[in-house]
């Protein structure tokens, strides 16, 4: 999956779970100024997992960093989509 | 609407399973030999995080209701702590602890999708009491309580409730060796003082099931009182 694709998806999942529209890859979500609590972040990830399945890989959003705003793949709608699409590639 | 029952085999996760299909449940055995049990189960090692996770994968592709998850999964050493050796106290952690958190991280996703669930864990009478002689067990078992509490107040919001039964002592393998002074004694510290069995335990299941115990999260049920 091409990161462009992988942004395309984890945006459209942000904003439909966080009634947000134009949000771009620099849209936080964690920490303050984001546009998701810890249960939107929670349903973003099945939301996610579901999307995965469909086109026949598995993510797993557990992570050591997850609510690190240094390393958290969660920073970010951009940082999301980067993991997002590692993981389709794996 | 199905059930998943780890320890599923023996003791009490067998009664459970008993009884929570001849009232008509739908259960989903899980235990670390499955193959003589007569209904949809698998064999698996709670312990095990990558095992857990394609139970759950395949439960989730199969479109399986989970409705309900009981960590009746368990074992003891009846030894003092002094005397334990590393590998037996590692596997009371990695089974009592460790499988109870596995599950709970693995298959809540699955009640969360259909916004509702009970998660019904186990600790034991040996950690409101200090129980002599089960240091290791009561320590792998007063993580699941904390365990409880937190992850309750993590998927409240979902509609899942998760809540713990503290049995004292009942007539189960994990029994075996424990001599009937012994058992005795720790009777006496109940609040009711009458060893309570495996139909005592199914009954408070079927309560935490039920959806009329839906303001009932995040506590640890002592029975027989503690």
């Given at each position: 999956?091409?990161?462009?694709?992988?942004?395309?998806?984890?945006?459209?999942?942000?904003?439909?779970?966080?009634?947000?529209?134009?949000?771009?890859?620099?849209?936080?979500?964690?920490?303050?100024?984001?546009?998701?609590?810890?249960?939107k972040l929670v349903e973003l990830c099945l939301a996610l997992e579901d999307e995965a399945t469909e086109v026949g890989f598995?993510?797993?959003?557990?992570?050591?960093?997850?609510?690190?705003?240094?390393?958290?793949?969660?920073?970010?709608?951009?940082?999301?989509?980067?993991?997002?699409?590692?993981?389709?590639?794996? | 609407?199905?059930?998943?029952?780890?320890?599923?085999?023996?003791?009490?996760?067998?009664?459970?399973?008993?009884?929570?299909?001849?009232?008509?449940?739908?259960?989903?055995?899980?235990?670390?030999?499955?193959?003589?049990?007569?209904?949809?189960?698998?064999?698996?090692?709670?312990?095990?995080?990558?095992?857990?996770?394609?139970?759950?994968?395949?439960?989730?592709?199969?479109?399986?209701?989970?409705?309900?998850?009981?960590?009746?999964?368990?074992?003891?050493?009846?030894?003092?702590?002094?005397?334990?050796?590393?590998?037996?106290?590692?596997?009371?952690?990695?089974?009592?602890?460790?499988?109870?958190?596995?599950?709970?991280?693995?298959?809540?996703?699955?009640?969360?999708?259909?916004?509702?669930?009970?998660?019904?864990?186990?600790?034991?009478?040996?950690?409101?009491?200090?129980?002599?002689?089960?240091?290791?067990?009561?320590?792998?078992?007063?993580?699941?309580?904390?365990?409880?509490?937190?992850?309750?107040?993590?998927?409240?919001?979902?509609?899942?409730?998760?809540?713990?039964?503290?049995?004292?002592?009942?007539?189960?393998?994990?029994?075996?060796?424990?001599?009937?002074?012994?058992?005795?004694?720790?009777?006496?510290?109940?609040?009711?003082?009458?060893?309570?069995?495996?139909?005592?335990?199914?009954?408070?299941?079927?309560?935490?099931?039920?959806?009329?115990?839906?303001?009932?999260s995040g506590q640890v049920l002592h029975v027989g009182g503690a």
């Open positions: 999956m091409e990161y462009a694709d992988a942004v395309n998806i984890v945006r459209e999942k942000v904003e439909e779970l966080s009634n947000c529209s134009n949000l771009s890859e620099e849209t936080q979500l964690i920490g303050d100024g984001s546009v998701m609590d810890s249960m598995e993510f797993d959003w557990t992570s050591e960093s997850a609510m690190s705003r240094a390393r958290s793949m969660f920073r970010t709608v951009g940082s999301l989509a980067t993991e997002y699409a590692a993981q389709s590639e794996k | 609407m199905t059930v998943i029952i780890t320890g599923a085999s023996r003791g009490l996760g067998a009664a459970i399973a008993e009884r929570l299909i001849s009232n008509g449940n739908d259960v989903f055995g899980i235990a670390r030999n499955a193959d003589q049990l007569l209904y949809d189960s698998v064999s698996c090692d709670v312990s095990s995080y990558e095992s857990l996770k394609a139970v759950a994968k395949r439960l989730r592709q199969e479109k399986r209701e989970i409705t309900g998850l009981v960590n009746a999964a368990g074992i003891a050493a009846m030894n003092l702590a002094l005397t334990t050796t590393e590998a037996s106290t590692q596997k009371i952690l990695q089974t009592n602890l460790a499988g109870t958190i596995y599950c709970c991280q693995h298959f809540a996703p699955l009640m969360i999708r259909r916004g509702a669930g009970a998660i019904i864990n186990f600790s034991t009478i040996a950690v409101a009491i200090g129980l002599k002689g089960e240091s290791i067990y009561a320590a792998s078992k007063a993580g699941v309580e904390g365990f409880s509490r937190s992850f309750a107040r993590e998927v409240s919001d979902f509609g899942l409730r998760v809540n713990c039964i503290a049995p004292g002592p009942i007539d189960t393998d994990l029994l075996n060796g424990v001599s009937d002074e012994q058992i005795q004694r720790i009777v006496a510290q109940q609040v009711i003082t009458t060893q309570h069995t495996k139909d005592d335990i199914c009954d408070l299941i079927e309560v935490l099931l039920d959806p009329r115990s839906n303001s009932l």
